[in-house]
């Protein structure tokens, strides 16, 4: 079989994509490759399970204008499937004068944004969201939420999977080769154990999303580096301290948005991540490491430049990272009164970063065509909240490129 569609990747975004391509044209013939065993695996599974606002993304741009609407689309399609999820709103807090300016910048980018219900607490109207914070300032996100995000990605796929008998699902294939075919302009999927046709090709490949840029052809010049976030939960003694989300006001000279505390839909409260360059792409443990991937990040300027820039920021990371006392002076920041018997060790995520050479990290989402395929080269957070919508941009990309058409 000739497939019309292949799409490399089986998280969120690709899912999303899935979902909306075979929603849209339910006659075309989709194959999706994942290389686990089960989808969303890596990104997708070991996110925070936050349904983001989009306040924090400049007016205009892919991640704004992606996240706002995915974000309607995703809770939709969760009550219209069963996903667990929960609209409950976050507290963004300032502990410091010093962070006054920022949340003001913050708070008018919400505005700019149309975040819906964004408004400004005092200290004590914090406490009315979160009693055992202490903040002197702070904002109200109503719209934020949480959701499961493996169970929204499952649910999609198999949504997609129905729409076409031919459609297919292949886990626990990794694509290591792409070639053409010149006689039909078709595009051979090679992985470890088959070889696939498609006609057109979509990449959503996160945490490998360069790598397999470069084996389709494209001329990149950048790289993805992953970044490791550690989580600690909450013990039973110490979750009564936490109603639903609370985010400290992001360094504007940071990249990431700082250490914070999610309920999560299972009711476990996590506090983290932190964010720490990883010696291992997909590698979640502290000590996990790879040749290729060091060499890869290691070898590539944009790396080195990150790290100069950020070199106060990284250290401090990486002390926090094996030092359990220092995680908690930082959560007790905004809780003063967490205590070294409320935490206990959670799990890890890795970030996919396509860096730029000058070593930015705050590039917005990036998803080009080349040939006949589209890759998705960056889809940072809030990628996993802005999958529908996402997904919605490719189908259109796929249109214009792929000339597709209902029949």
């Known amino acids: 079989m000739t497939f019309d569609i ?143 995000f493996v169970g929204a990605t499952n649910k999609m796929v198999e949504l997609a999977l129905a729409l076409n008998s031919d459609s297919t699902l292949f886990l626990g294939q990794e694509v290591v080769g792409i070639t053409k075919n010149n006689s039909d302009e078709t595009s051979n999927v090679v992985t470890k154990q088959e070889t696939y046709r498609a006609k057109h090709l979509i990449f959503c490949a996160g945490l490998e999303a360069d790598r397999l840029a470069k084996k389709d052809g494209v001329d990149l010049k950048e790289k993805v580096v992953g970044f490791r976030g550690d989580y600690y939960e909450l013990t039973e003694q110490g979750m009564h301290k936490v109603k639903n989300l609370i985010y400290p006001v992001p360094n504007p000279d940071f990249p990431f948005l700082g250490v914070h505390f999610t309920r999560m839909t299972n009711g476990d409260i996590e506090c983290g991540p932190n964010a720490v360059f990883t010696f291992k792409r997909e590698g979640y443990g502290k000590t996990d490491f790879s040749f290729r991937d060091t060499w890869d990040a290691l070898t590539y300027g944009g790396t080195w430049k990150l790290f100069f820039k950020n070199a106060k920021f990284g250290i401090n990371e990486y002390r926090r990272a094996f030092s359990k006392k220092l995680f908690l002076k930082t959560l007790q920041r905004m809780i003063p009164s967490l205590t070294m018997d409320d935490l206990k060790p959670g799990r890890a995520g890795v970030r996919a970063l396509l860096l730029r050479q000058d070593g930015d990290t705050r590039d917005d989402f990036r998803i080009e065509y080349h040939g006949n395929s589209i890759h998705v080269l960056n889809a940072p957070s809030p990628a996993a909240t802005a999958s529908l919508a996402i997904g919605g941009y490719i189908v259109g990309k796929a249109e214009e490129h792929f000339g597709l058409s209902n029949k």
């Open 6 to 148: 292949a799409i490399i990747g089986g998280g969120i975004v690709g899912a999303a994509t899935f979902y909306k391509l075979q929603s849209k044209y339910p006659e075309l013939k989709i194959m999706l490759v994942e290389k686990e065993e089960k989808l969303a695996d890596h990104q997708t599974g070991h996110n925070s399970g936050v349904i983001h606002s989009g306040l924090y993304y400049k007016p205009g741009s892919l991640k704004a204008k992606n996240c706002i609407e995915g974000r309607h689309e995703l809770v939709a399609f969760a009550k219209e499937h069963g996903i667990d999820h929960d609209v409950c709103g976050k507290v963004v807090v300032a502990t410091d004068e010093s962070e006054l300016a920022n949340m003001e910048k913050i708070y008018n980018i919400g505005l700019e944004n149309k975040i819906e219900g964004l408004r400004k607490l005092t200290g004590e109207e914090v406490k009315e969201f979160e009693p055992h914070v202490e903040a002197i300032a702070g904002l109200s996100v109503p719209c934020t939420g949480i959701i499961d």
